[in-house]
């Protein structure tokens, strides 16, 4: 975007945020409602319920992605919180994503390379020389898009309940 100067004004910023901070709370509960009603809608024909939205926040909690084994990336757009990808350290190499999310309304206007690009640095910065994500075969945006940006399949890393499909990324070490 050209300001009215003639300088280039990129609208996208990326910062780590508490994960309990108003906007990351907000964009997590719409990144779980998201998740639950595709499933729900996939395997049961129905939306999620309040009810089970507010079990599986609980059950889910975000809290490994706090300092300083790991962080929470928010991406607001002209200054609204319309994204956000969580980083934590699995072991001393390993790092992990949880929590990809982009707003509906924001999706397409770049968020999603931009959140794994900082995701991999900041992994990088904690030491890690992979990175490892779970994800669901009906979440075909979100697998598509790892695959473009070099993850590759994987064995099971874990047993999770929900989890169809197993990614992993190396990437290069940050600078001591």
């Not at 072991?91 to 999603?112: C, S």
């Amino acid at each position: 975007m050209i300001t009215s100067a003639g300088t280039l004004r990129l609208p996208w910023a990326l910062a780590a945020e508490p994960f309990d901070s108003p906007d990351a709370l907000a964009l997590l509960r719409a990144y779980y409602t998201e998740l639950a009603d595709r499933y729900f809608e996939l395997h049961e024909q129905r939306r999620s319920t309040s009810e089970e939205i507010e079990k599986g926040l609980a059950a889910y909690p975000s809290d490994s992605l706090a300092p300083p084994d790991g962080l929470l990336l928010v991406a607001r757009y002209d200054g609204t919180a319309a994204g956000c990808l969580g980083v934590r350290l699995l072991d001393a190499r390993t790092a992990e994503l949880k929590q990809m999310f982009v707003r509906p309304d924001h999706r397409g206007l770049g968020a999603a390379p931009r959140l794994l690009a900082a995701a991999e640095r900041a992994a990088s910065e904690l030491g890690a020389e992979r990175i490892r994500l779970d994800s669901r075969l009906d979440l075909v945006e979100a697998v598509a898009l790892y695959r473009r940006h070099g993850y590759t399949e994987i064995a099971p890393y874990h047993d999770g309940p929900y989890v169809e499909i197993f990614f992993e990324k190396r990437i290069p070490r940050a600078a001591p």
